[in-house]
């Protein structure tokens, strides 16, 4: 690549990247503001605080929504619509942006441009009673009504997923055993709204095929997927990172390549390849995962000895993750982190759970660097090694290392931080991490190209000021002055930290008058041509763990004028050239006397073909091995293990960063480790793991991202219903579930549309969890003679009890709403009650809502006006006192309502039932005493008979007068 072209690119990508972080906090302060404003219903300056936002982030369609909200309350109808309609410029198919300016048109007195804009958003969404009352208001049918048809009609969107589903279950039908077809039934009953359906089909696909593919098609439906694997052998290696840098980049470099080298070797020996199992993390705090043998197989030939192609390198590391399977863990005996530590850092819980489950766990460990040289390396960086040293120094049993020198560093590290004492064992590395099956003597990289032949000078490194480029830079200058001619300087490596001054420096000298070469993205066979068509290499490395170049340099005959920090000299073995780091001068004159000297160079490279011995892979496999075998066989570390939490009433569990290692062990599958707002939830849903001291009411705190727009969240005791709370953009949300004693798991979900977060966030982040609360359980029993009010006007939170399922808990003075088709309620009522109960629910019906509402006691029509809407039913329940109402809508629609009360009387109650019927029949002073038993049927069955009326019943008459009052009451 030509060099200036690349440091162009480099500084270029830097400059645009500052740009979109400042363009991106502008605009979240500005959203902030307008937020803000909104809330305090300031119209115009909202509306101004908006328009900010917008111009820098115009595709923002939910954002010209709110722009458009805030003008209309404003009075502003030709600008509320102007901003609708650019809204739907960007989002053509959402029903809501139809919606809103079907409502501003018809402010507008344009009556008919508003019926189409209602008819189009009762097209797109399948529940949309707003747009038809509207529509009605416009004094236009949105689409004719066969008689015996109700208001609602089925939409374009459901009629797509219905068949889709049809489609969906014929596929099941003609292939049952195939996984596929049943996940894709999942995904199809869930767009159909029928979730537990989703679940279960999900779960038969993972019965079929125990993929992690299946796995998570059970959690991206909302389930909670199982964790049981197949037994296996006894080692299990951690190649997350491996995994995650050949997917990304299609290459292993580093730490990874070291990886490639061991796993190769394991894989060789028929012995130690029944012992091992190559295991990766996918979610933070989920289940370890085993990749086939054949699968970590192919990925290790691709790697070592196929030529770069990130497409196949991706697919490969794809379908090797979609086929890994749940680990088994009572089958194993060690956890080998073979890769980064520091991968682990923020959730040593996990590492927990591995010891909990009596697994011994082990480190590799390469070097101490961001903590000996933390001005080399990123403060992230430092910050993250750190964490993860301090947290894995508490779990860690034993350590390995691939020096001397890195097993000294540990030892002192861990000293600084009063760590406990572990076994530490150096495993010093190969000089080569693998030669190709058959050299190509004709590879060489085509952006060199022109040096094939010639003499040049190697340095193969990362770009970084560790590596010391600028000593090189500096010392080509010196040689330049001093009248001498060199050779061109290879760079091979990408550019890495803090080496900004360097490239600023290379492109103001044109690269040295196009003496500096930089090249990156070279295969194993490129690389080797480069070494061995070079003059020498040169390595001013300021520290090492290991050194792998200089130990490929000598183990192709190459002399390598190495600067002997760290553990270079290990990896040297005696056979570099020395340099000195510090000293440009220095490796000048090392260079010029092995530039002009070619007699002294060949007796160097004599010198090295005949006393230098490379070590190979298979040497330090075995080693590797001896020392794990060893390790085991110590006894381990007397240490106490982190215990997750018994929760009693009072506890709580604070998710933010620092949080104790044992109250990160409720933490499972699809959280990210905490941060300020609390533990992001990944995807679509996660799990937590409680043990309960007594029945507890449990209270989550919930934050929501700035960009998560319509979306609400559902927490469930295992496979039971879910308990929903709608949460508004950056703001804060409670959830109540009822937990009985002991170990629980609970799946918190989210759903509704997903924004794309803003740019520098990659995460399908939208809701965290904050904390969770412990308190006693209510006993759940219904007082005889006691309303439960639902809601903000309730004086107690008894009422979450009776939310058995499909309810928002986000309350409303009006009470909850439903949110599913079919929201049910669960009464618990005394023992002495069972049997025959009578039941008042007071509901507020949503303006325009059509068709008829289906309950225990049958149908009854909705007022289309809205309002109050009193329902009396007649109920029995089982010998314990519970029973159930379900709700429904006979469309199937999610019912437009809230509740706002309960009251009950059993049957054989006379005075329970005459108090009840008193508080909302009678007028204010009402002589309640006169009522006779005969009056108050009399009374109830013309209740019951009022409901039936399409309208709420006007003023007049005890019913009228009552929700009168009703209304009254819900409006102060």
């Known amino acids: 690549m030509n060099p200036f072209a690349f440091l162009t690119r480099f500084l270029a990508g830097r400059a645009a990247e500052r740009e979109r972080a400042v363009k991106r906090m502008a605009a979240l302060a500005a959203r902030r503001d307008g937020d803000a404003a909104r809330d305090r219903r300031d119209w115009a300056e909202a509306a101004a605080h908006y328009e900010r936002y917008l111009a820098l982030a115009p595709d923002d369609a939910a954002l010209w929504v709110q722009l458009g909200h805030a003008r209309k309350e404003a009075g502003d ?60 208001l416009a004094g236009v049918e949105i689409r004719p009504r066969p008689a015996g048809v109700t208001a609602r009609q089925i939409s374009e969107r459901e009629r797509l997923a219905l068949e889709r589903l049809r489609e969906a279950e014929l596929d099941v039908a003609r292939a049952p055993e195939n996984p ?106 989920g289940p370890l995962w085993t990749l086939a043998r054949e699968d970590i197989a192919a990925i290790i030939a691709y790697c070592l000895h196929e030529p770069h192609d990130a497409l196949r390198a991706e697919a490969l590391v794809h379908g090797a993750m979609d086929r890994a399977r749940p680990t088994h863990l009572p089958s194993a005996r060690v956890f080998f982190i073979m890769g980064a530590f520091w991968f682990w850092a923020g959730v040593p819980s996990a590492l927990a759970r591995l010891r909990a489950a009596g697994l011994r766990i082990g480190v590799l460990i390469y070097d101490l660097i961001p903590l000996s040289h933390p001005e080399h390396t990123s403060e992230g960086t430092v910050a993250a090694f750190r964490q993860g040293l301090e947290e894995g120094a508490t779990l860690w049993d034993f350590a390995l290392t691939i020096s001397e020198f890195t097993a000294r560093e540990l030892g002192r590290q861990l000293a600084a931080i009063e760590a406990p004492s572990i076994p530490i064992r150096p495993v010093p590395l190969a000089h080569r991490i693998s030669p190709p099956d058959k050299p190509d003597a004709l590879a060489f990289p085509e952006a060199v190209r022109d040096l094939q032949g010639q003499d040049y000078v190697l340095c193969v490194g990362t770009i970084e000021s560790r590596k010391n480029h600028l000593a090189l830079f500096q010392a080509w200058q010196i040689l330049l002055r001093e009248g001498l001619d060199p050779p061109p300087l290879v760079l091979v490596g990408r550019p890495g930290w803090r080496v900004t001054d360097l490239m600023e420096q290379l492109e103001a000298t044109r690269f040295l008058g196009g003496r500096v070469r930089l090249v990156h993205g070279v295969s194993d066979p490129e690389l080797e041509g480069l070494y061995r068509g070079c003059l020498f290499t040169i390595f001013p490395s300021f520290t090492e763990g290991w050194g792998l170049p200089v130990g490929e340099s000598l183990a192709l005959g190459k002399l390598c004028l190495a600067a002997l920090e760290g553990a270079t000299p290990e990896a040297a073995g005696g056979f570099a050239e020395p340099i000195d780091a510090y000293s440009p001068r220095d490796i000048a004159a090392r ?52 215990e997750p939490p018994r929760l009693a009433p009072g506890q709580r569990l604070l998710f933010a960063p620092g949080a104790a290692v044992g109250d990160l062990l409720v933490l499972g599958a699809g959280f990210e480790p905490p941060e300020a707002p609390g533990a992001w939830l990944i995807g679509t849903s996660g799990t937590l793991h409680l043990d309960c001291a007594a029945p507890l009411r449990l209270w989550f705190r919930l934050r929501a991202a700035p960009w998560a727009m319509e979306n609400r969240t559902g927490i469930a005791l295992g496979d ?42 990659r995460r399908p982040i939208r809701v965290a969890l904050s904390e969770i609360t412990a308190a006693a359980q209510e006993t759940g029993r219904l007082v005889p003679g006691r309303a439960v009010v639902f809601g ?35 009464l618990a009522l005394p023992l002495e009650a069972a049997g025959e109960v009578r039941v008042l629910l007071h509901l507020h019906v949503r303006a325009g809502a059509h068709g008829r509402l289906r309950h225990p006691g049958g149908l009854t029509d909705l007022p289309e006006g809205g309002g109050a809407l009193l329902l009396p039913l007649q109920i029995r329940t089982d010998a314990e006192g519970m029973a159930r109402i379900a709700l429904s809508m006979e469309d199937r ?44 049927m009399a009374l109830e069955a013309r209740l019951r008979a009022e409901t039936t009326e399409p309208a709420t019943p006007l003023p007049g008459g005890e019913a009228g007068r009552a929700a009168l009052r009703l209304v009254t009451s819900r409006k102060g």
């Open 77 to 136: 109808l030709p600008a509320a619509e102007q901003a609708y309609r650019t809204a739907q410029e960007r989002r053509p198919r959402d029903h809501d942006i139809a919606l809103q300016l079907g409502h501003a048109l018809k402010l507008q007195g344009r009556l008919e441009e508003a019926a189409a804009a209602y008819a189009l958003s009762d097209q797109l969404a399948p529940v949309n009673h707003a747009a038809e009352e509207l529509a009605a």
């Open 180 to 285: 596929a077809t049943h996940r894709a039934l999942s995904e199809a009953l869930l767009q159909a709204g029928r979730r537990n359906a989703a679940i279960a089909a999900a779960r038969e696909a993972f019965r079929l095929e125990p993929e992690r593919r299946n796995w998570q098609a059970i959690r991206r439906v909302g389930g909670a997927p199982p964790d049981e694997g197949t037994p296996g052998g006894p080692q299990l290696h951690d190649v997350t990172d491996l995994l995650t840098m050949v997917r990304d980049t299609g290459r292993a470099t580093g730490i990874q390549r070291v990886q490639l080298g061991l796993a190769e070797g394991i894989l060789a020996d028929p012995v130690a390849a029944e012992q091992a199992r190559f295991v990766f993390l996918a979610e933070r705090f």
């Open 591 to 642: 260079v010029r006397h092995f530039v002009t000297d070619r007699a002294a160079l060949a007796a160097a490279e004599a010198k090295l073909r005949e006393g230098f011995t490379p070590r190979g892979w298979p040497d330090v496999t075995r080693h590797f091995l001896e020392e794990l075998s060893g390790c085991l066989a110590a006894p381990p570390p007397q240490r106490a293990a982190p």
């Open 720 to 761: 039971g219903p879910l308990q929903w709370a709608e949460v508004e953009p950056g703001q804060e949300a409670m959830l109540a579930l009822d937990v009985p004693a002991g170990p629980a798991t609970l799946r918190l979900v989210v759903d509704g549309p997903t924004h794309p977060p803003p740019d520098g966030e």
């Open 792 to 826: 903000a006007a309730a004086a107690t939170q008894d009422w979450l009890s009776l939310l058995a399922e499909g309810w928002s808990q986000t309350a409303n003075g009006q009470g909850v709403s439903a949110l599913a088709a079919d929201p049910a309620l669960r």
């Open 893 to 936: 629609s999610v019912p437009p309502i809230r509740i706002a009360a309960l009251q009950w009387a059993a049957e054989g109650d006379m005075a329970a039932r005459l108090a009840m019927i008193e508080s909302v029949m009678l007028p204010e002073g009402g002589a309640a005493h006169a009522l006779s038993p005969t009056r108050l």
